[in-house]
T-cell receptor, first 116, second 109 residues
Framework: EAQVTQNPRYLITVTGKKLTVTCSQN?????MSWYRQDPGLGLRQIYY???????DKGDVPEGYKVSRKEKRNFPLILESPSPNQTSLYFC???????????????FGSGTQLSVL | EDQVTQSPEALRLQEGESSSLNCSYT??????LFWYRQDPGKGPEFLFT???AGEEKEKERLKATLTKKESFLHITAPKPEDSATYLC??????????FGKGTRLSVIA
């Protein structure tokens, strides 16, 4: 089954404790992206990747890191989490990304992160 | 100023009561307008892409339309299973999608 898989589904941590949220897709998509979703603010892009070893900042990159060493994986790293990073996070992928006008995103099921 | 504005924020309908959701946008050079459905606790799921003014697309009880400044998602005779948050997103050339904040739809039996 074609899908985007995120782990963990729920995560509670404390301020300053490094964490990684994993994302994997099995559709051979070149484009992958991370979003956060907050009440009243909607979906905001954190980072995206057009291909292996190619990453770029989205609208809200501060406090986050990503890497794209393999095509299928795109982990989100919080080196020193803070309470304002408490949010619902989504990973998404598409075949080629916004260079193609008909690109639609496939989303994972989300990771609910709470930073205490 | 938000590039994508959705209204209303929330809509409550009786089963069978048709209505429309609105998505207005201010981007220039629109390449595509997308509608997604999001169920509680899940990721958004793609519904439609519209490319040019006058275009329409349908899927079951949903019909999406596009003008030069806005898009409508018409829901005909909705059922409780249509309850969800509906997200609109717009694409400009070579830029990531910009999402609206969504309309939360509740359909009561």
């Amino acid at each position: 089954e074609a899908q985007v898989t995120q782990n963990p589904r729920y995560l509670i941590t404390v301020t300053g404790k490094k964490l990684t949220v994993t994302c994997s897709q099995n559709m051979n998509h070149e484009y992958m992206s991370w979003y956060r979703q907050d009440p009243g603010l909607g979906l905001r892009q954190i980072y995206y990747s057009m291909n292996v070893e190619v990453t770029d900042k989205g609208d809200v990159p501060e406090g986050y890191k990503v890497s794209r060493k393999e095509k299928r994986n795109f982990p989100l790293i919080l080196e020193s989490p803070s309470p304002n990073q408490t949010s619902l996070y989504f990973c998404a992928s598409s075949p080629y990304g916004p260079t193609q006008p008909n690109e639609k995103l496939f989303f994972g099921s989300g990771t609910q992160l709470s930073v205490l | 100023e938000d590039q994508v504005t959705q209204s209303p924020e929330a809509l409550r309908l009786q089963e069978g009561e048709s209505s429309s959701l609105n998505c207005s946008y201010t981007v220039s050079g629109l390449r595509g307008l997308f509608w997604y459905r999001q169920d509680p606790g899940k990721g958004p799921e793609f519904l439609f892409t519209l490319y040019s003014a006058g275009e329409e697309k349908e899927k079951e009880r949903l019909k999406a339309t596009l003008t030069k400044k806005e898009s409508f998602l018409h829901i005909t005779a909705p059922k409780p299973e249509d309850s969800a948050t509906y997200l609109c997103a717009v694409s400009e050339r070579n830029t990531p999608l910009v999402f609206g904040k969504g309309t939360r739809l509740s359909v009561i039996a």
